[in-house]
Structure formats: C-alpha cells, structure tokens
C-alpha cells in the first residue's frame, strides 16, 4: 500500500479514485464498514481504492489544549488499511490552509487536483470551513458521494467516544470489541532507571507519546515485536506511585523473555485490566504484588485468544 500526502501530486495511476473520506483515529467497526464499502466500489469499478485521514487531527488546531486523545498513530492506521485492502491512505495536513477552505474549495481539491471520481463517508460526516459541507453537498458540487449508515450494537452508535470512554474505565473488553481488536500503544522502548531487572521483573518502557491516557494501573497485555512474535505479558500504565521520581510510563513485563528491546518498536495490546495502581510498603511486598499481579495475567492470557 502506498502513502500519500495532501501536498504531494497524486502519482497517475491512483487518479480516478474511489476515496473513504475521514479521520478513522481507531478505525473501529463503523469506520471499517465505510472503508471496507469504499474498496468493495473500487474494485467493482475497476478503481483504485484511498482511504484518507487527518494529521493532524482537526481537533489539535480548533483546540489544542484538549488532552491527548488519539486511539492510533499514523503507521498504525497505515498497516489497518492496508490490511482492508486499500492501495494507498492519503494524509490530509489539516493546517489553518485547509480549515479555511470552503466546501466548493474542498471539492475542486479533490477532483482536481487528486482525481477523485467518488468519495464513501459516514452520514455524519462534514467537511470545508465552518462545517458548511455535508454529504449532499458533494453531489450539488459535482463529486459523486455514498454515505454509509452507522454501525450499532445493543448499547448504540459504535464510537471512538466510546472507546475512549471505555479505556478511561479500563473496560478492555469492550474496547476490543468495539475496535475488533486490542487497543494497542506502538512505540521504541526506552532506556530506563532499570530498577525492574533489579527486582527480578525487567520492563521495556514505552512513553504514551499522543496517545488517550486510559485507566492508570495493571495490565495483562500481549506485546508484538517488530519480526511478529507475540510476548504475554503484565503491565504498569501510570506514574509508579512505589517508585521516586513519578514519571508517566507504559511498562510491561514479558513472561519468559530475556531478549534486549532498547531503541526497538514494539505494539503493546491492553488485554485486561487488572486494578489500579497501588503504593507498596517496601519493596517485598512489590516484589510480591507483581507476582501476583503476573499470576493473574498469565491466567487471563491462557483464555484469552490472540486478535489482530
């Protein structure tokens, strides 16, 4: 699959594209379904198939004090995509330019200067300056649009809000399903303070970087290495109450590994959650506690399948 940015001619032969338009930060099931009917129409078409996305997202230049939110990275998006069967995602630089443009703007964009001959979006979808564009817009501006309906379970719409909601509530399960896979942290693991290998428990530390903050505590958690090997795991998220100076980490420990993971890129899967951080009076009693703690997530794990 090939990358694209807004700023960079689109090569010839991904002109003429069907495009699923979005920011699909996620990319849960109901972002799934209107990238997975963008692809279905370009091949019926014999076209080829963008999906875009937002870098960054719109709500960092209206508001860009809100606290990190982001479900995904960039890359992690790319290798969703590809996965779907999309031949290229397009990163949309959503700079002050771009909000300014209004929807007659953003339409000329896509058609001339990207070649898009369809676009697939979601019915709530919005687009040029204030918002002004919605689906029907496109049509009254030349640019053949199909919006797929939302995607519901028992509980409602499926959401990022959801997720995130979730993941503050350090409800793994249903952040799983509503994702169709783990939420997963991607990043290079970090030189620490060590103090881990000392007590017999190493960790590859990770910093949250963009991501949304989920529920402060222990993890069980799956980690995937860069050649696909998957490590079961257990995991602190949070500032380590028992240690001096706090310093917010994701840091998990991986059963039966004794490898080095300096300055290497891992993804870190939120399988369960175990209970919030504590403070231990000593340091037997956390040598103890993360052995319970690795106890229970090495059992969780066992009934847990691998997803993707």
């Known amino acids: 699959m090939e990358r694209l940015s807004s700023g960079a001619p689109v090569p010839?032969?991904?002109r003429g594209s069907i495009m699923a338009l979005g920011n699909f930060d996620g990319f849960h099931g109901g972002?799934?379904?209107?990238?997975?009917?963008?692809?279905?129409?370009?091949?019926?078409?014999?076209?080829?198939?963008?999906?875009?996305?937002?870098?960054?997202?719109?709500?960092?230049l209206f508001r860009p004090d809100t606290p990190w939110f982001r479900l995904t990275?960039?890359?992690?998006?790319?290798?969703?995509?590809?996965?779907?069967?999309?031949?290229a995602m397009l990163v949309f630089a959503f700079t002050p330019e771009m909000a300014a443009l209004d929807a007659a703007a953003y339409v000329r964009l896509l058609v001339k200067d990207m070649g898009v001959a369809a676009v697939v979006t979601g019915e709530d979808f919005t687009f040029g300056k204030g918002?002004?564009?919605t689906i029907a817009s496109f049509g009254d501006l030349?640019?053949?649009?199909?919006?797929?309906?939302?995607?519901?379970?028992?509980?409602?719409?499926?959401?990022s809000s959801r997720i995130r909601d979730a993941l503050r509530a350090g409800d793994c399960g249903t952040a799983t399903r509503l994702l169709?896979?783990?939420?997963?942290?991607?990043?290079?693991?970090?030189?620490?303070d060590k103090l881990g290998r000392t007590i017999g428990f190493p960790t590859a530390n990770i910093d949250m970087g963009p991501y949304l903050r989920p529920a402060y505590g222990i993890y069980a958690v799956r980690g995937i290495l860069p050649d696909g090997r998957v490590l079961d795991g257990?995991?602190?998220?949070?500032?380590?109450?028992?240690?001096?100076?706090?310093?917010?980490l994701l840091e998990p420990h991986f059963f039966d590994f004794a490898e080095s993971l300096y300055d290497r890129q891992i993804e870190v899967q939120l399988i369960a959650y175990l209970h919030a951080e504590r403070k231990y009076d000593g340091l037997d009693a956390l040598m103890a506690g993360?052995?319970?703690?690795?106890?229970?997530?090495?059992?969780?794990l066992a009934g847990t399948p691998r997803l993707a």
């Open 12 to 14: 010839a032969h991904l």
């Open 31 to 60: 972002h799934q379904a209107v990238v997975g009917r963008a692809i279905a129409r370009a091949r019926a078409e014999g076209r080829p198939a963008i999906v875009a996305t937002f870098d960054p997202h719109p709500m960092r």
């Open 73 to 87: 990275t960039l890359d992690q998006r790319a290798a969703l995509f590809a996965k779907a069967g999309a031949d």
């Open 131 to 133: 918002r002004s564009g």
């Open 142 to 159: 030349g640019l053949a649009a199909e919006a797929v309906a939302p995607v519901a379970d028992g509980a409602g719409v499926i959401s």
């Open 180 to 192: 169709t896979r783990p939420f997963a942290i991607q990043g290079m693991v970090q030189h620490g």
């Open 234 to 248: 257990a995991a602190n998220l949070g500032i380590r109450p028992s240690f001096d100076p706090p310093k917010e």
């Open 290 to 300: 993360i052995a319970q703690d690795c106890d229970d997530a090495r059992q969780i």
